[in-house]
């Protein structure tokens, strides 16, 4: 199996703000009939980045998930991500890895995986691409030995799950 490879730097200011997830790999934590799934990566007080997921479930009622992600390294480029409550991510073995395997020069479409080859997300500043960058992103995947049989494709319809929907719960 091909070894995977992240890119040999990250603008991490640059990487922040709302990203779509347009494809991943199945994830137990994310129903597989998610639709309207964001990412929001925002710098917090002590200098990691607070990830903030959202969708809406299976059931359309809209969710969210918030961890906290750190570089492991002075690329920036492979990150460490842990979504569970702030007083219990001390307990080892919980941080899962976020490596970015291929990021466009304008930061508007980014290759997310896992070094396992478990985990994967195509992501992007819209919430759809064109098929040509698309496929130029899957191909990348591929090369770094990814199976994609079972990709999951994103739904979008314009909605976002906003903080007060998530309040009235």
């Known amino acids: 199996m091909s070894e995977v490879t992240a890119i040999p730097s ?3 200011k640059r990487y922040l703000g709302r ?6 790999l199945p994830i137990k934590y994310e129903d597989e009939h998610s639709s309207d799934v964001t990412a929001n990566y925002s710098l917090n007080s002590n200098g990691k980045i607070r990830v903030d997921n959202r ?11 918030v961890g906290e992600a750190e570089p492991v390294d002075e690329t920036n480029a492979k990150l460490t991500v842990n979504f569970l409550p702030a007083a219990l991510r001390w307990i080892p073995f919980t941080n ?3 490596w970015v ?3 466009d020069p304008d930061y508007q479409i980014a290759l997310v995986g896992t070094p396992d080859h478990k985990f ?3 992501l992007a500043r819209e919430s759809s691409i064109l098929e040509a960058s698309l496929n130029e992103y899957l191909d990348e995947a591929r090369r770094q030995g990814f199976d994609l049989s079972k990709l999951i494709w994103t739904p979008h319809t314009g909605r ?5 929907m998530l309040e009235s719960g």
């Open 10 to 12: 990250l603008d991490l």
């Open 19 to 24: 990203w779509y997830e347009i494809a991943r």
């Open 55 to 65: 969708c809406f479930d299976e059931h359309d009622k809209p969710s969210n998930a």
């Open 96 to 98: 899962g890895d976020y």
């Open 101 to 103: 395997l291929k990021l």
């Open 120 to 122: 994967l997300w195509v």
């Open 160 to 164: 976002e799950v906003s903080d007060t």
